[in-house]
C-alpha cells in the first residue's frame, strides 16, 4: 500500500511563489513517476507537471517556464517550485505516484493566488 502526501500550499499574492512538497511511502519500487496536478474552483482537474526516478520532466503549457519540478529519490519525496504565480494557478493541487502496478493519490494541498 502507497501513500502520499502533499504540503506547502498556502495564500500567495500575484507574482509570488510557493514550493509544494509531496512526500511517498509504502512499497514503491524504485521506478516510479511522480506527477502533480491541479482543480481550480470550478474546473476539472489537469496535468501540471511530472518526473520519472531517473529525472526526465514534463510540463504543461499552462506552467511551462514558471515552475520547476524535482525529486529526491532518497526520501521519495517530489517538489513542485511555482514562481511568477497568477490568479488563475489556484487551485488545489495533487499529487500522484505511480508505478509498476500501483498509483496513489494524496488528498491535495490548496493554493490561493490574491492580492
Known amino acids: 500500500q502507497v501513500q502520499v502526501v502533499e504540503s506547502g500550499g498556502g495564500l500567495v499574492q500575484p507574482g509570488g511563489s510557493l514550493r509544494l512538497s509531496c512526500a511517498a511511502s509504502?512499497?514503491?519500487?524504485?521506478?516510479?513517476?511522480m506527477e502533480w496536478y491541479r482543480q481550480g474552483p470550478g474546473k476539472e482537474r489537469e496535468f501540471v507537471a511530472g518526473?520519472?526516478?531517473?529525472?526526465?520532466?514534463i510540463y504543461a503549457d499552462s506552467v511551462k517556464g514558471r515552475s520547476t519540478v524535482s525529486r529526491d529519490n532518497a526520501k521519495n519525496t517530489a517538489y513542485l517550485q511555482m514562481d511568477s504565480l497568477k490568479p488563475e494557478d489556484t487551485a488545489v493541487y495533487y499529487c500522484?505516484?505511480?508505478?509498476?502496478?500501483?498509483?496513489?493519490w494524496g488528498h491535495g494541498t490548496p493554493v490561493t493566488v490574491s492580492s
Open positions: 500522484k505516484i505511480v508505478g509498476t502496478g500501483y498509483a496513489a
Open positions: 509504502g512499497s514503491i519500487f524504485s521506478f516510479n513517476v
Open positions: 518526473i520519472t526516478s531517473g529525472g526526465r520532466t
